[in-house]
């Protein structure tokens, strides 16, 4: 069974640095894609940005370049997008979900994580 | 940046049928998926390719393309099938989401 468990929820500062992450298990970690997802609250879904995993090869929205850095570690299949500054409006839940690229598709979904940020 | 543009909210009675639309340009030269997200839920993939169903998806789940349109479409919704549902399609290696349309079951 193919499966995404991210990290638990943070409460931050703005200014402060953060790292959240997204573990797989149930298949090939180096053979998908994996992409970010923000929700902020009460609005619809947005996409970060995307690595694969096997070369770290990593894409960004334009929204998001520069603001955000998704890398990966394949020795324990996980994932991680972080801030080296947070704002108060990358409040947000963050998903992470598994990209196949024949189908052009997010199959599989973590059940996101929650990041608060206020003073 | 490219656009995909939902209704913001659609109501259908209970063993009706709802259409979802969801519009951008040269939507007919790509591939749009389906994810439906119930409150306080992670989305779920119920359609793709246009027109896929992935398995355990109920076959009450249907999509459709036309011209720069693509619709899914529930029939014989049920209440479980409320819930906001996005759409989302790639272009130039960017994910686009739509903005949702919430389907409420009265």
């Known amino acids: 069974e193919v499966q995404l468990v991210q990290s638990g929820a943070e409460v931050k500062k703005p200014g402060e640095s953060l790292k959240i992450s997204c573990q797989a298990s149930?298949?090939?970690?180096?053979?998908?894609?994996i992409a970010w997802v923000r929700q902020m609250p009460g609005e619809g879904l947005e996409w970060v940005g995307i690595?694969?995993?096997?070369?770290?090869?990593?894409r960004y929205s334009p929204s998001f370049q520069g603001q955000v850095t998704i890398s990966a570690d394949e020795s324990i299949s996980t994932t991680y997008l972080q801030w080296s500054s947070l704002k108060a409006s990358d409040t947000a839940m963050y998903y992470c979900?598994?990209?196949?690229?024949?189908?052009?598709?997010?199959?599989?979904w973590g059940q996101g994580t929650l990041v608060t940020v206020s003073s | 940046s490219y656009e995909l543009t939902q209704v913001p909210s659609v109501a259908v009675s209970p063993g009706q049928t709802a259409s979802i639309t969801c519009s951008g340009n040269?939507?007919?030269?790509?591939?749009a998926s389906w994810y439906q997200q119930k409150p306080g839920q992670s989305p779920l993939l119920v359609i793709y390719?246009?027109?896929k169903r992935p398995s355990g998806i109920p076959e009450r789940f249907s999509g459709s393309n036309s011209g720069n349109t693509v619709t899914l479409t529930i029939s014989g919704t049920q209440p479980m099938d409320e819930a906001v549902y996005y759409c989302?399609?790639?272009?130039?290696?960017?994910?686009?989401f739509g903005g949702g349309t919430k389907v409420t079951v009265l």
């Open positions: 149930g298949y090939k970690f180096t053979d998908y894609w």
């Open positions: 040269k939507l007919e030269n790509k591939y």
């Open positions: 989302q399609a790639w272009d130039r290696d960017i994910a686009v």
């Open positions: 690595i694969h995993p096997i070369d770290s090869d990593a």
């Open positions: 390719l246009n027109k």
């Open positions: 979900t598994r990209h196949l690229y024949d189908s052009s598709t997010f199959d599989n």
